[in-house]
């Protein structure tokens, strides 16, 4: 099972890096053009400890767990 | 130098652990392929995060505060301490039917370290938490790596976790449990409008997994109308795997929507699905206001059953209602005030969050045992609680 | 330990390697612009020759943006006198947030607006901030992607270098 899933995130990572890296697709959302990414209306972790908090509140209470996206963010506004 | 070091005793605890090669392998192609790109990550402003967070709801009452502080120290080092209390009084079905309310308090610390490299961040934690029965403690480590011109940003992150259980009441009573998280996520910019995110998490679990004070029940052979106890009896090992999706999108005024699905499937045969929409709105310069609906649904572990027919029945046994089948929906709204660029002193930035979240659970094959009545064993009514959730968050960025 | 090592260091050689500094020493000519200012008067960058000029580019939503502005503030009251100016290109789409910004903020260089991001893609502007250094002739000398602590001794010796020019 965790072989699969690590031969998967290899996958994935490897096709990332070829896409960003090797062809000629140059990043279309220009550094300039973040003023609506950068809002705070547009974060996944606005709240901070807040929202990690409720990841506590359901893990307790079901069963399912990971993938909360608790890192956020990612816009690349700086 | 600095880096080297820090990978230096990644390695080595990692290592200790018997961590996956493959990771290893993916920490370093990540480090190698992302790097050679212009812009710049930066690392989080020095805050203070404090929050009270407060649940009430199917006899449990749990609450406390956070307290989060971050510090910054030269240009690409950032730690971060946490402490963080839950004082539990509890009352639930659970405790009710086989034992009786008592109050109890958790606390966790946490440690951490953010290490800005080029445009990755390096983050490696460690975080305690104690109870009266049981000790927890993770080490996490994680590289986020920003690429494509600032437009994706990968995230790899890997924790370990060693708890010890113990029962109150039985000294001699002592058990261990082992996990670790595997995580990848990748944030991915769409348009000057829209945000996409992708998360994958395994989780592996060995040991003792159950809970020591719970029980299940099974028919009692010499008197059909009742039943008897015994102990639950876990797998010792759990596989987990979570794949969720979420979008944004800014809408052509000052608000946004977000969408999110999340599948998990596990070994025990537990899948589930959770939903979740959202939506923010902008009031004025200073206040946003929120609201969500968030809808889950699982379906039971394949040892799972609220009245086995005889003692003893199978291999494993459980009776725990978070593995059995359920649907969960939580309606959340919420208050935000932030002031950017205050006039206070020595505060740069000030927000303030009033979150409310009112959550409902119904299971189709738990039954409420301590329902007020004359029931046949196996016809109890189903059980189902709600609870509400609140938190005040403080964040004051200095 | 001794498999994962070797991976390691490969993959530390290839960031060090990567390691293209966020700074740049170019000579190029600087492309020719006009924007309106903060005083509602355009400004052209043809009208500068003869000065050194500091072309930053800057958002209200940009963190590092607000930490590097109050020290180009003092470089450039240090400076202005020996024939150098900053011209901050400002690339909010809206102008309010860079007057929000700028109250709290307040700096005495002078701010254009680009809202419509002409002249930030006319500089291919790859990161916010970006700080490009003009010497007295029209020639782009210097690059500055990004801000971290400590860019501020680099604007300031490159500065001095190019006013002795």
Known sequence: MRGVSLTMLLGLVLVLMSTAGCSDIKPWVKPYERDKLADPVMSLSRHGKADVYMHHVYQARESARGSEGGSGGGCGCN | ?398 | MTRLLPLLMVGMAFTGLAMMAQAEAINVPAPDFTLESRSGENLRLEDYRGEVVMLNFWASWCGPCRQEMPLMDELYSQYKDLGFTILAVNVDENRDEALRFLDAVPVDYPILYDPESRVSELYEVQAMPTTVMIDRNGNARFVHYGYQPGYEDDYEQQIRELVRE
């Open chain 2, 1 to 398: 130098m600095a880096l080297r070091a820090v990978l230096e005793v990644v390695v080595a605890v990692t290592e200790a652990r018997r961590i996956h090669y493959g990771l290893a392998l993916l920490l370093a192609l990540l480090l190698a392929l992302a790097a050679p790109l212009v812009s710049a990550a930066t690392l989080p402003e020095d805050n203070v995060d404090m929050l009270y967070h407060r649940y009430d709801g199917g006899g449990m009452v749990i609450d406390g505060p956070s307290v989060l502080v971050r510090k910054n120290a030269g240009p690409q080092v950032s730690f971060t301490g946490q402490y963080y209390v839950d004082s539990v009084s509890a009352a639930s079905v659970d405790v009710l039917a086989t034992a009786s309310p008592y109050t109890e308090e958790r606390d966790e610390y946490s440690l951490g370290v953010d290490y800005l490299h080029e445009d990755a961040i390096l983050s490696l934690g460690y975080t305690n938490s104690s109870e009266n029965d049981y000790e927890a403690n993770t080490v996490y480590f994680s590289v986020s790596q920003e690429f494509f011109g600032g437009m994706s940003t990968v995230t790899m992150g890997y924790a370990n976790g060693w708890d010890d259980v113990g029962r109150v009441g039985n000294d001699n009573f002592s058990e261990e449990a082992d996990r670790r998280n595997y995580q990848l996520g990748l944030s991915q910019v769409l348009t000057r409008n829209s945000l996409l995110g992708i998360d994958l998490e395994v989780v592996s679990d060995e040991g003792f997994l159950q809970n020591p004070y719970r029980q299940n029940r099974y028919r009692d052979p010499n008197d059909s109308t009742s039943f008897l106890y015994q102990p639950e009896r876990y797998p010792e090992t759990r596989t987990s795997t979570s794949v969720a999706t979420r979008a944004l999108y800014y809408l052509p005024y000052r608000a946004s929507i977000r969408g999110e699905y999340r599948y998990f499937t596990d070994s025990w045969g537990i899948d589930a699905h959770t939903v979740e929409l959202a939506y923010v709105h902008a009031l004025n310069n200073r206040w946003t206001l929120e609201g969500s609906v968030r809808y889950y649904t699982q379906e039971a572990a394949d040892f799972y059953s609220d009245l086995y027919e005889f003692e003893n029945s199978q291999t494993h046994l459980a009776r725990d209602k978070e593995l059995s089948t359920l649907s969960g929906t939580t309606l959340g709204t919420g208050a935000v005030y932030e002031w950017k660029q205050t006039s206070l002193p020595g505060i740069k930035r000030l927000q303030f969050s009033l979150l409310l979240d009112w959550l409902n659970f119904e299971y189709d094959d738990f039954r409420d045992v301590t329902a007020k009545g004359d029931f046949l064993p196996g016809e109890e009514p189903l059980y189902s609680f709600d609870a509400l959730v609140t938190r005040a968050s403080l964040i004051l960025e200095y």
